[in-house]
């Protein structure tokens, strides 16, 4: 976590545009199935078990996200482009291309985390990347609220953007079946003190007739409630482990479908991977 922050930075993120890295092709190794490989070359693709090619086609990268199209008719969901030698493929996890650094572009994942802030004699919260599953598709948006209620700590959305080429880290996830947003971590920052970690946090999200909206304190649950990963284990569900809310095992659910309809299962006959990890395990 970088302690000297400069928080005017935060303002100036959110008119700049935040821009992929670029995509090289090679080969890209799975770095959780072993013996896993896609190839890249001259705009066609292979997936490759064990040196045995599985399927091919053509594929593109746009933004930050690669497209591909199968031989043999199968439908893939897109790879996310993590930076510049590396990406995530859903279910089969991290692809790195060997021998390959990214160089200054890579970014720091604790860049990522919302934080609670004060500028200019008001108080804001600042989220990087906020994911939206809508209509079936996924949106980012990077947020600035400023707090308007210290006693029942309402933020109102003073700012956004959205993020046309997102990096490989969400901040925050909306779960529209309870209308709220839920950060693994929130970091606060105040002049001259350690910055401070909240784990597990739910903002409940509303509107008012003028369109406003308003991100108010829902709960901070912190280490007590189980993790993403440790509920998509499947140590924990929405109704059988007593004493959680189950409010918040139901939105470990829908995170836990999010990422399934958003990410893509290549193999059929290939166990899910563990190293998909929502909470910031770095």
């Given amino acids: 976590m970088k302690h000297s922050l400069n928080i005017s930075v935060l303002f100036f993120f959110l008119i700049t545009p935040i821009v992929a890295n670029a995509f090289q092709e090679g080969t890209y ?23 045995q090619l599985y399927d091919s086609g053509t594929y593109s990268d746009q933004g930050s996200s690669i497209y591909f199209t199968s031989q043999q008719g199968k439908q893939y969901p897109a790879a996310t482009i993590i930076d510049g030698c590396s990406f995530s493929w859903g279910q089969s996890g991290t692809f790195s291309k060997q021998g390959c650094t990214a160089g200054n572009s890579q970014v720091d994942p604790a860049d990522y985390i919302p934080l609670l802030f004060p500028y200019q004699n008001e108080f804001y ?7 939206l599953s809508l209509n079936n598709s996924m949106y980012y948006l990077s947020t600035v ?68 909206v308003f991100f108010t304190l829902y709960n901070v649950y912190g280490a007590n409630m189980p993790s993403y990963s ?31 309809e958003t990410s893509m299962s290549i193999i059929d006959n290939i166990s899910p991977s563990s190293s998909w990890d929502y909470d910031y395990n770095y």
Avoid at 125 to 131: C, N, S
Wanted: aromatic share 16%.
């Fill in 29 to 51: 190794y799975s770095q959780s199935q072993q013996g896993m490989a896609v190839v890249f070359q001259n705009g066609q693709w292979g997936l490759y078990i064990q040196n």
């Fill in 125 to 131: 919260f600042y989220i990087p990347q906020l994911a």
């Fill in 145 to 212: 609220a400023k707090l308007i209620d210290p006693n029942n700590l309402i933020f109102l959305l003073t700012n956004y953007k959205m993020i046309q080429e997102p990096t490989g880290y969400i901040s925050s996830l909306f779960a529209p079946q309870y209308g709220v947003i839920y950060c693994p971590y929130v970091v606060l920052l105040l002049e001259g003190q350690q910055p401070q970690i909240f784990e597990n946090i739910f903002f409940q999200i509303q509107t008012d007739q003028s369109g406003n």
């Fill in 230 to 260: 440790e509920y998509s284990s499947g140590q924990y569900n929405s109704s059988g482990s007593s004493g959680y809310d189950p409010m918040y095992l139901n939105t470990m659910s829908n995170i836990m479908n999010t990422m399934h």
